[in-house]
Nanobody
Framework: QVQLVESGGGLVQPGGSLRLSCAAS????????MGWYRQAPGKQRELVAR????????NYADSVKGRFTISRDNAKNMVYLEMNSLKPEDTAVYYC??????????WGKGTLVTVSA
């Protein structure tokens, strides 16, 4: 099992920035990719950004391209999400994900990001 703990969420004004962190522990082997997902009230969970563990290749949801940056530190078993120019529609619970395969995914409990004046 892999345990994931997110941190860094909070209340921020529109246009502001936050940095989310995800700390991984446990049986961290054969992890192919890591990512951040979010779920807003009344909506389905959606992919925000993901990164390939080995190559560092990334991809982003269109709604966050140019504003969010995902990164990882394999040595420290950490994944980060730098969020800039935040908008009210970015308000959601953000979840960290580690993927071993299409059938094996690990999730954190989430951290709440609220963008409001």
């Amino acid at each position: 099992q892999v345990q994931l703990v997110e941190s860094g969420g909070g209340l921020v004004q529109p246009g502001g920035s936050l940095r989310l962190s995800c700390a991984a522990s446990g049986s961290i082997f054969s992890i192919n990719g890591m990512g951040w997902y979010r779920q807003a009230p009344g909506k389905q969970r959606e992919l925000v950004a993901r990164i390939v563990s080995s190559s560092g290749d990334t991809n982003y949801a269109d709604s966050v391209k140019g504003r969010f940056t995902i990164s990882r530190d394999n040595a420290k078993n950490m994944v980060y999400l730098e969020m800039n120019s935040l908008k009210p529609e970015d308000t959601a619970v953000y979840y960290c994900n580690f993927r071993r395969s299409s059938a094996v995914n690990f999730w954190g409990k989430g951290t709440l990001v609220t963008v409001s004046a």
